[in-house]
């Protein structure tokens, strides 16, 4: 008698439905700032960034969360919300007006084509699992720390706040540097191909090689590829280092980049809004 009564009580119960960890707290304890295994990862990023621009946490996203993350990066896609741009670019992204004066076989003026898919912030349901991250105070404040900033804010920015990219067969992004100092990029699914490739401290080459075919061999020679998981979020400071992420040849690779600034209330301007998201700045909505 006494468990079935238990087990009545069970039954009416409330419904609860078991939230997702986000974090593997274990490995990365961000929510115990004081503790010495936070201060001991904190150290270790900071020396690693220091040294070569770049540091990764493997397995920072739990497996169930990485999983519900990709469904939801195909199911938006697979419901047409998915915006694939090709950029023509440069190796320091310059406007066309800046990269003008270059010699025609210098580093400067050599043109890439990249391409990619992006899944807009202002696509994500409220209950995203990558919103959710995104939110998470404590992640902030580990980057604001790893960076060795005075302080760090979430973009303002309704569409690229974070957002999923998605490179297939074919895609790639060509070698350059970030006009932004810094860089957070969690792997949701690897591919064949699609490798994060980095060459530290190599941005000064640009001006010290003469031809972009030499600084190639250079960047080729010496570059860096880390072995990265579904679930491992890299810290990169990007303006200072060559890097790309090499054509996928099978497969999809899909990633997250979460994006903050020094400054409070930074939105992306109207040529990024529009060329890598498909959004026209006045109506908001996709082109
Ligand atoms: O997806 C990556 O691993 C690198 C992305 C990147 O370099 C960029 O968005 O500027
Ligand atoms: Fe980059």
């Known amino acids: 008698m006494a468990s079935f009564c238990r087990?009545?009580?069970?039954?009416?119960?409330?419904?609860?439905?078991?939230?997702?960890?986000t974090v593997?707290?274990?490995?990365?304890?961000?929510?115990d700032p004081g503790s010495t295994g936070y201060q001991a990862l904190v150290s270790q990023c900071k020396g690693l960034i220091a040294s070569s621009g770049y540091c990764q946490l493997d397995g920072f996203v739990l497996p169930e969360t990485v999983r519900a993350m990709c469904a939801e990066a195909r199911q938006l896609r697979s419901r047409g919300l998915g915006f694939t741009s090709t950029n023509v670019h440069n190796l320091l992204l310059e406007a066309e007006e800046e990269s003008s004066s270059a010699a025609p076989a210098s580093p400067r003026a050599q043109v890439f084509h990249s391409s990619k898919t992006l899944v807009a912030m202002s696509h994500l349901p409220e209950s995203s699992?990558?919103?959710e991250l995104y939110a998470d105070d404590a992640l902030r404040e580990l980057v604001r720390e790893c960076f060795g900033l005075p302080r760090l804010s979430c973009s303002a920015d309704p569409h690229g706040g974070v957002y999923y990219n998605f490179f297939d067969e074919g895609d790639a992004l060509w070698w350059h540097c970030d006009r932004s100092h810094f860089s957070v990029n969690l792997i949701l699914q690897t591919a064949e191909g699609g490798d994060f490739e980095f060459i530290p401290e190599s941005r000064h080459l640009a001006d010290e090689i003469g031809t972009w075919a030499d600084l190639e061999k250079d960047l080729q020679r010496r570059k860096r590829v880390p072995k990265l998981n579904s679930g491992s979020i890299y810290l990169f400071a990007g303006n200072?280092?060559?890097?790309?992420?090499?054509?996928?040849?099978?497969?999809?690779?899909?990633?997250?980049?979460?994006?903050y600034n020094v400054e409070e209330n930074q939105r992306l301007n109207a040529y990024t809004l529009k060329q890598f998201f498909g959004i026209d700045q006045d109506t908001g909505g996709n082109a």
Do not use: K, M, Q
Not at 7 to 18: E, I, K, N
Not at 24 to 31: N, Q, S, T, V
Not at 245 to 250: K, R, Y
């Open 240 to 259: 200072a280092s060559f890097h790309r992420v090499s054509p996928v040849t099978s497969g999809t690779r899909i990633n997250a980049i979460l994006t």
């Open 7 to 21: 087990a009545a009580a069970h039954l009416r119960a409330p419904v609860r439905f078991r939230r997702l960890g």
């Open 129 to 131: 699992p990558l919103r």
């Open 24 to 31: 593997d707290l274990g490995a990365y304890p961000i929510r």
